[in-house]
């Protein structure tokens, strides 16, 4: 019986778990020298959980089930609840700010395309307990640390941010309505998404009124927080004081911090989530061809949502699928091979060959022994199963990656090994005691 | 609202986290210095998967839901068979023998008690296209490279070994027909977690027969595979010499590779799973109060089961949760602290000290801006987001494992950095330049 794999999955032969592999070590590696702790969660949570926060296409998108005792649960979507609730059971006992990272495996039932699977991995940054603007920079710093780590420059990548804050005011004080705003933000952060009049028309539709539909065109059109007031001349007063203050001050850490160079306001980033409400940011390639690389924000209503007490958190999630693509077309998925062994250890494979100073042992014998040897001092060593000639083992050798081929042969009765150096070619006969004390372990 | 993680699950918080990241760091290094290549499957696969071969056990354990299509799919508690479909896929590209390991997260909806949870981890390592018994003998010389590693001596673990074509021959061979074999395997595999009172009387009511009964008994309590064709009166012929010379082989092979000391025949091991055709192999704590921590043996029909050639395969199972209660047991949990930073750098909180020289900037504006640089050359540093006073922010950096605090204050008038040696609490004055050009990149 023949079975496929689900639709959207993906299988990871050892080729593609090397470049898996080496995506989330260097998003870990990254996230400890910005000084994140690693935490996670499991793989399911309560179906509710994902209900309260996390929006109308997250729930559309969950893969839910039924315990046996029929409680309905669902495979995380996103991690970020599962942190809130981790979060609130410890409050008292963790100190602030606290600075926390994951890569969880998440599964979303989405129409499976380019750049978007039903099971990704995401690179999550989260500091919770601080409302100072300088914990916004930091999370876009680690990030921005992370690409350009691997080789993305100002060319290649952008930052663009605007504040959820400013955008609710802004909205309020040309007379939207608060229970009008959760609809009206996805529409907005469609914008990117759709062709101008498409996205005209559904805004018309959505407001029925030219000029105030006009005024939020403008709004997410205009590229410079001191222009804003010009533009869009806003009554003074409510947040947008501080909205502004907030994303000049998230701008001038970043300029300190020396990657002012990749970041850029645009009023037009919205986010999909529902929870964000202050600075939110996302990352594309300049080029704009593939969607976010990564996203996040402010979102210092979340943990009390989840019944834990008020306080502040932003964050940052980057999947595993556009930044692969992304690095693939500029020629950076500069992936070590997983094929490398220090040793591979073939054989002479002459029945009439005997160790008798040996107790009666084979070359192949002495093989396996001495491939134990290797592996319990902690070297990468293999060798082949089948007593094929020596220059088919010596193939073998190479295709492995082995750096150095030890030869069990006629010399061995002597206690020698050949000693072949794969790089260069050179061959040479050590005495193996000499060669097994020469290891550090 | 507040919402309880789901039963059997964990969370993992930073030191959970830094315990888990130990435990499969050590299981992937010992794989690949053995010559095992990583791989990984998605976490859920087709529901008809796992019923092919899985057996009852794990089939009443799924955890299964519908995609939207109305699909049914499980959460995978095993990677064996997405193992035997990837295989299956790539059969005529793959080299063999193919040998990989993964560390897959499973599920299963057991009753969580004691070593056993709902959601765990488990290293798995699999040699395909090999009906040598040096293959069986190199996934337990793994396995125990991988133990005698953190430090579990044959004082603490010992490895029991059977076959079980060994055991299907005897059956066979006392007159057990072959459509009641399957649902023996899953008695006797009981054997050891029953009362021997409560065994015998499930055996004699499975077997009728008080004197079949007697000698499967027997069989199971053989110590030693020389005496076992004393023991149990073996007809000749059939399996028996074949299963019998793998035994023997397996048993060469790991005196040979330095591990016989950790191994023990035991016929009374038969492993649950359906699939098992040769030897198999458990570990278990020397006395005995744990589950198994491990075990494995050779599958050869199950790629040819999931639709594809007949190719022979020997692998392994070992679970993070037995193995940590042994491992804290033991006194062997040597987990690093996940709080190691190079650098915390502190600054002087006084409103009044300004960089003139700097272009006005602050101690903080100065503190932020090292951290950054000292980040992007791969340090792990970190800094304190409140201007609290001196002695609290050294005192964080000791909390957060710092090895060295920097200081930014008057001195950084003259470009000078307070450096401070946190283990001996030694400081000194250092120019700024020269501090950054002594750092390797």
Redesign the interface.
């Known amino acids: ?6 639709k959207g ?6 080729p593609d ?2 470049r ?2 080496w995506i989330i070590d260097g998003w870990k590696k ?1 996230s ?4 994140f ?10 179906l ?2 994902y209900q ?1 926060k996390s929006g109308q296409e997250i729930v559309e998108q969950l ?3 039924q ?2 005792g029929g ?1 309905e ?1 669902a ?1 995380r979507p996103e991690i970020t609840p ?1 942190l809130a ?2 979060v ?3 409050i008292n006992a963790l ?1 602030r ?1 606290i ?2 990272f994951s890569v969880p ?1 998440l ?1 979303r ?1 989405e129409k499976p395309q380019k750049g978007r699977l039903r ?1 990704f991995f995401q690179w999550n940054l989260d500091i919770i307990g ?1 409302d ?1 603007p ?2 916004d920079a930091e999370v876009i ?1 680690t990030t921005v ?1 992370y690409l ?2 691997v080789g993305l420059t100002e060319n290649d990548i952008k930052v663009t941010m605007s504040s959820r804050k400013l955008l609710a005011a802004f909205l309020r004080n040309i007379g939207i309505a608060d229970d009008a705003l959760g609809a009206l933000y996805m529409l907005l952060d469609k914008k990117a998404k759709l062709p101008l009049a498409t996205f005209t028309a559904l805004l018309n539709e959505q407001v029925s009124d030219a000029d105030t539909a006009g005024r939020i065109l403008a709004f997410m059109e205009t590229k410079n927080v001191s222009e804003l007031r010009k533009t869009v001349n806003f009554k003074q007063g409510d947040d947008v004081d501080e909205a502004l203050d907030d994303l000049t001050d998230v701008v001038d ?1 970043l300029g ?4 002012g160079h990749y970041c850029v306001f645009d009023p037009s980033i919205v986010r999909g989530l529902a929870y964000y409400t202050g600075i939110v940011f996302e990352v594309h390639d300049v080029v704009g061809e593939l969607r976010a690389i990564c996203g996040g924000g402010r979102y210092d209503n979340l943990l009390r ?4 007490p008020s306080i502040p958190a932003t964050g940052m999630g980057m999947g595993d699928c556009v930044l692969e693509i992304l690095l693939s077309q500029k020629g950076l998925l500069n992936v070590p091979s ?2 490398q ?1 220090d040793y591979f250890v073939a054989f002479v494979p002459d029945p009439a060959l005997v160790f008798e100073a040996e107790g009666g ?1 084979t070359p192949e ?1 002495e093989a ?2 001495l491939v ?2 290797l ?2 001092k ?5 060798f082949t ?1 089948e007593a094929s000639g020596l220059g088919k083992q010596l193939k073998r050798a190479a ?2 990656g082995a750096k150095v081929c030890i030869i069990i042969g006629e010399e061995f009765k002597e206690h020698k090994l050949a000693v072949k150096d794969m790089t260069t070619g050179d061959q040479d006969t050590v005495d193996k005691e000499q060669f097994l004390a020469s290891l550090s372990c």
């Open positions: 019986m023949k079975i496929p794999p689900v999955t993906r299988d990871f032969y050892p778990m090397a898996r592999n990254v400890i020298r910005n000084g702790e690693e935490y996670d969660g499991p793989i399911f949570e309560y509710s959980m309260i893969f839910s089930l315990d046996r409680r649960l495979i599962t609730r981790m609130n059971q410890q100190p700010p600075k926390w495996r599964c039932a099971e601080m100072n300088l914990a710093f640390d350009r780590d850490w300190k911090m020396d990657v949502d989840f019944g834990g997983h094929k062994l042992r014998d396996v022994k134990a040897q592996r319990s902690g070297y990468r060593a293999d199963y295709e492995r």
